[in-house]
């Protein structure tokens, strides 16, 4: 029996996300004294690779075949939920990212395993069920789940859980998975890659702006604080309905749910479908020249002011910080 983590990378990298799950693992590994096997699938480089036993996994199996040099959620699903009976895991730990939020129902059907997506801790056993909490109603609110059966798949919320390094000396596996024809229906023809330098749903730091901005010739400033701060920015709906920022910033009940260490909110008001997916954010700084603003309500610090003066006065300061 043991513990299968997904690690996944882009281009080759493993990304954050990847090791806090891997963390993750072996903190379940210890609770059932079960053994922590990662899985990649597409091409690493070997360095890349050796750093996984930096975080305690045992095994890394890697699978890399042409078919599945592109991101396939069938595909991916299909193979995981095959390394996972060949390694006799109970337990399957993968990111609850992008690609981990499509993929953890299909590994759970194919597992006949119970599912826990965005999970934020720990397991807590008692025999074979365990207690789970997980964020729910686009992270409104926090649910307490019974995971019951042998077998379960658990998508890890991003930024809820550190990555703790615990060196093992890890050997690396090739493995060669079946794929059926239905694995390979979709074919990915393109990929346009978002304006973002750091990636949204993983960021630690994320600078979001709302229509407060007055238009999309102002989006530099919003920029500029991102990368001096090393964050990702994201806006409200209104803003990418109005084309002034890609959809795939949009965060809120309809868009995305971001748990970053830090939101920085910038001319936004804080309407209820908003605060739906920022509201898990550790800490949260509001700027809005309107003292009145909800977003207040729920902001750790608050600067009252004129986004116009207030953040270029932000860049300077943390530039010299
Ligand atoms: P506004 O409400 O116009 O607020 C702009 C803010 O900027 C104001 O507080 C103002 O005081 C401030 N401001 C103006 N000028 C300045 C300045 N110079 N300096 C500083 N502050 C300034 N919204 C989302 O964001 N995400 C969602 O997922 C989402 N889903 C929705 C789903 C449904 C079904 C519905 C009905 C609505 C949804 N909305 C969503 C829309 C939401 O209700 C709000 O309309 C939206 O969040 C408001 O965007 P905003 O704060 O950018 O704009």
Redesign the pocket.
């Known amino acids: 029996m043991s513990v299968l983590v997904y690690i996944e990378h882009v281009d080759g990298a493993f990304k954050k996300s990847a090791l806090e799950a891997v963390s993750f693992a072996k903190a379940v590994g210890t609770l059932v004294n079960q053994p922590v096997y990662a899985l990649s699938i597409g091409e690493v480089a070997q360095s890349e690779l050796e750093k996984i036993g930096k975080y305690g996994a045992e095994k890394l199996i890697t699978v890399n075949q042409a078919e599945l040099k592109q991101f396939l959620n069938q595909a991916y699903a299909s193979v995981i939920a095959e390394v996972a009976k060949s390694v006799e895991a109970e337990t399957v730990v993968l990111s609850n990212s992008f690609s981990g939020k499509g993929m953890a129902p299909r590994i759970a059907a194919k597992l006949d395993a119970a599912l826990a997506d965005g999970a934020i801790s720990l397991p807590r056993l008692s025999g074979t069920a365990w207690t789970i909490q997980k964020t729910a109603f686009s992270n409104k609110a926090i649910a307490t789940e019974e995971l019951t059966g042998s077998k379960r798949v658990i998508a890890l919320t991003p930024n809820s859980f550190e990555p703790k390094e615990e060196p093992t000396s890890i050997t690396i596996e090739p493995y060669q998975p079946s794929l059926s024809p239905d694995d390979l229906s979709t074919v990915i023809k393109d990929i346009v890659r978002a304006t973002n330098q750091v990636s949204l749903p993983e960021a630690e730091i994320v600078v979001s702006a709302?229509?407060?901005m007055?238009g999309p010739e102002n989006w530099a400033m919003v920029e500029e604080l991102a990368r001096v701060l090393g964050a990702a920015t994201a806006c409200?709906?209104?803003?990418s309905d109005a084309g002034w920022r890609p959809h795939a910033e949009?965060?809120?009940?309809?868009?995305l749910a971001v748990t970053p260490k830090l939101y920085i909110a910038?001319?936004?008001?804080?309407?209820?479908?908003?605060l739906?997916?920022v509201s898990s954010s550790k800490t949260i700084v509001v700027?809005?020249?309107?003292p009145e603003?909800p977003f207040f309500k729920v902001a750790d610090y608050g600067i009252v002011?004129?986004?116009?003066d207030v953040v270029p006065q932000l860049i300077e300061a943390f530039k010299t910080y």
């Open positions: 709302g229509r407060g007055k409200s709906k209104p803003v949009h965060v809120g009940q309809t868009g910038i001319g936004i008001s804080g309407a209820i479908q908003h739906a997916g700027i809005n020249k309107d603003a002011g004129d986004a116009f």
